[in-house]
């Protein structure tokens, strides 16, 4: 194989490997801003804007299709080592991302039925968890693009943060239920939409966990805190 022909054949490879990163870091940035949208739409008790994000998640849908589609393109081409974890990291990231999108599109579904109810304090303490979980998604999603896997592991580390503030809240509408029961429904779909949050920061802990794997390889991940008890408060 000739110099120039072998350089040409890198260079696609190459073209290929970029556009996966792009279409991936695409993605979640969708994911991320339909979490914003859907806290949004809470806020603002607005049902047909809650309808515009469930339909949105289609199109995070369709993306990991054509991720998928691309990384068996990547695959055929006999990788190395290096590619092939990039090529894994990627598909795992994406599936993780499409999660991201099911569960904003979850809250935006739960916002329609909540706003039959009149408002509740307690959207103030979601509003505060989805925070966290956007800017986990958010700076995990640049760590895989940087490589950086020191802000990937300071992602992982923080999601005692956000399993803080998940059972915190979880132990507020606990009680607020209690001490009200004309309260019980409109509390328990803000439960279902709290833990939704608390599982996209699960997410967000896996995508930089695949960071790790795709700079360090199969080298041991450091222990990390998890801090959500609501199994002892009696949550499912």
């Known amino acids: 194989m000739s110099t120039q022909m072998h350089d040409h054949i890198v260079k696609s490879y190459d073209d290929e490997q970029r556009r996966l990163l792009d279409e991936t870091l695409r993605m979640g940035e969708m994911a991320a801003s339909q979490l914003e949208a859907a806290l949004d739409v809470v806020q603002r008790r607005d049902d047909k804007a809650a309808e515009r994000i469930i339909a949105n998640d289609e199109a995070i849908d369709a993306l990991e299709q054509e991720i ?15 590619d092939l974890r990039e090529i894994l ?15 904003a599109a979850n809250v935006a579904k739960r916002s329609t039925a909540l706003n039959l109810s009149p408002p509740l304090p307690h959207v103030a303490g979601l509003h505060a968890l989805g925070t966290l979980a956007v800017k ?7 760590a895989y693009r940087d490589n950086d896997i020191e802000l990937a592991q300071s992602v992982r580390a923080r999601d005692a943060e956000v399993d803080t ?5 979880f132990r507020e509408l606990l009680t607020y239920m209690m001490e009200d029961a004309r ?3 409109a509390c328990t779909h803000l439960l279902f939409m709290a833990k939704n949050i608390e599982r996209i920061g699960d997410h967000a802990t896996n995508i930089a966990e695949n960071v790790w794997f795709l700079v360090k390889g199969e080298e ?8 959500d008890d609501t199994n002892t408060t009696g949550a499912v």
């Open 183 to 185: 309260s019980i429904t």
């Open 136 to 142: 986990q998604l958010r700076d995990v999603l640049t």
């Open 68 to 82: 998928s589609h691309d990384v068996m393109k990547l695959a055929l081409r006999g990788p190395m080592a290096r």
């Open 220 to 227: 041991q991940l450091p222990p990390r805190e998890k801090r």
């Open 89 to 103: 990291a990627a598909i795992r990231i994406a599936s993780d991302i499409e999660r991201v999108g099911d569960y």
């Open 165 to 169: 503030a998940y059972t915190g809240l």
